[in-house]
């Protein structure tokens, strides 16, 4: 059966919710119309920019009804930014939201009729929050600028004054860094042509510990005088680095912690990490995980617990397998896609005998569409 709508045609739609992934739903006469910058509870004329058999995508060009959840957005920047996409919908939506959204996964694509979800841990702070940000260099005419991607847009930059996300301390370490930048007259890189120097600020800060890990990524070669940053970065006496967090966290509790990481850097600031907090029951080794769990059983003897924390693609095929063969009593999924958690769920209790007790989604990145969980599996 042909859809009902074609492209380019514009609709009045009613939003119903949020699909993962940030785009609101509507249905006309059964069929589905996924649309951008639709918000529950909104009247919109959308036009439709992609037609599938079984559903559309879609743009709202015009919020002809604003639904009882929308609210005023903060930031000068939003929506132009695409840091976050949220802004104007209240938060108590946006976490509830996503509950739904975990829910859905794990019914529709992890067959499982009633999961055992818990209701969602929201942030506690809705703005301010975020302990990473990668800003981009890019060209202005006063000289390099640092900001983020426009929505939408891999290939332009909008210059960030302040952003409501990061924290104050943030935001001034870009401000200084880009006023080096341009006192020093180096080029921000241009992704499209493969020319320039300049091309990333990561900024990392650990606020319990009341510091900050600054890395800047050029092109090849050396430009600049690194003492001359240096210098001006010692404004700052939070700027400082670690890793291995989970891992650590958990040594308390344990007789022996091992963590597997694919980046040898990564090891090597964990090891450092366990040092400096005197801790001495974790060991690291670098290693594809996968290829790494036999040799580490091998090693360690048949683990307790293993907690396991994938990108956003899951756990592969082949890591599913070899996690399943370890055959541990328990395993602690560390989630930041509910789709592909719901996946791995699935796989997991059909083909090596382990039972979801609990998940809890938790709203780590409130105004985003971003949504983590954290799943308990036994083994029976």
Same mark, same amino acid.
């Given at each position: ?100 959204? /975990? ?80 006192? +020093? ?7 499209? +042509? ?65 963590? /597997? ?26 290693? +594809? ?92």
């Amino acid at each position: 059966m042909a859809a009902p709508v074609s492209r380019d045609q514009e609709l009045e739609l009613s939003i119903d919710s949020l699909a993962y992934g940030g785009n609101g739903v509507a249905r006309l006469n059964g069929f589905v119309v996924f649309v951008k910058r639709g918000l529950p509870g909104d009247r919109v004329r959308a036009r439709v920019t992609k037609v599938k058999r079984n559903h559309a995508e879609a743009l709202a060009v015009e919020v002809l009804q604003p639904g009882p959840q929308r609210v005023d957005a903060p930031c000068a920047h939003y929506p132009a930014c695409g840091g976050c996409r949220f802004q104007d919908l209240a938060y108590e939506a946006q976490a509830a939201a996503k509950h739904d959204q /975990v829910l859905d996964a794990l019914r529709r694509i992890g067959g499982i009729a009633e999961p055992p979800l818990e209701p969602i841990e929201p942030a506690v702070d809705q703005f301010h929050y975020r302990n990473k940000m990668e800003y981009s260099f890019t060209a202005t005419p006063a000289g390099p600028a640092l900001g983020l991607h426009k929505a939408g847009r891999w290939d332009e930059v909008l210059e960030i004054e302040r952003c409501w996300i990061s924290s104050d301390l943030m935001n001034a370490v870009r401000d200084a860094v880009r006023d080096w930048a341009r006192a +020093e007259k180096l080029e921000p890189y241009d992704q499209a +042509e493969h020319t320039g120097y300049l091309r990333h600020l990561v900024l990392r800060e650990g606020r319990n510990a009341g510091q900050m890990l600054v890395q800047l990524v050029t092109a090849p070669g050396d430009r600049f005088d690194r003492d001359e940053l240096v210098e001006v970065l010692r404004r700052f006496p939070e700027v400082r680095s670690g890793i291995g967090s989970i891992g650590l966290t958990m040594a308390s509790r344990a007789l022996t912690v091992w963590g /597997v990481e694919v980046s040898e850097e990564s090891v090597a600031c964990a090891l450092e990490n366990a040092q400096l907090n005197g801790i001495a029951n974790a060991a690291f080794f670098a290693g +594809e995980v996968g290829a790494s769990l036999e040799e580490l059983r091998d090693r360690a003897g048949a683990p307790d617990v293993v907690v396991v924390d994938p990108p956003r693609a899951g756990l592969s095929g082949k890591a599913l397998r070899r996690l399943g063969r370890l055959e541990a009593a328990r395993i602690v999924y560390v989630s930041c896609n509910p789709t592909t958690l719901a996946g791995n769920v699935k796989e997991l209790q059909r083909d090596w005998g382990y039972r979801l007790e609990r998940v809890r989604p938790i709203d780590l990145f409130p105004h985003t569409p971003h949504v983590e969980a954290v799943a308990l599996l036994t083994r029976a």
